[in-house]
């Protein structure tokens, strides 16, 4: 869609979605900043054709991307 919308979440939500991961140590959380330019656009929306776990598939590599 071209009407994405990022925005921050209640204090409320953040401790559900922690609680929904089975997340009770903050501290092994980390915060990642990145860029995206034309090139990361394209392989967001190539990844997201294949898996369910687009963020972390292309800015982390935690999968092997099919060619």
Do not use: C, W
């Amino acid at each position: 869609m071209d009407d994405l919308k990022v925005a921050p979440m209640s204090t409320i939500s953040g401790i559900t979605l922690l609680n929904t991961f089975g997340i009770t140590d903050i501290g092994m959380l980390q915060e990642k900043t990145v860029q995206l330019g034309y090139a990361e656009g394209l392989e967001i929306l190539r990844v997201s054709l294949q898996s369910k776990t687009v963020l972390s598939d292309v800015f982390l590599g935690n999968k092997k991307q099919k060619v």
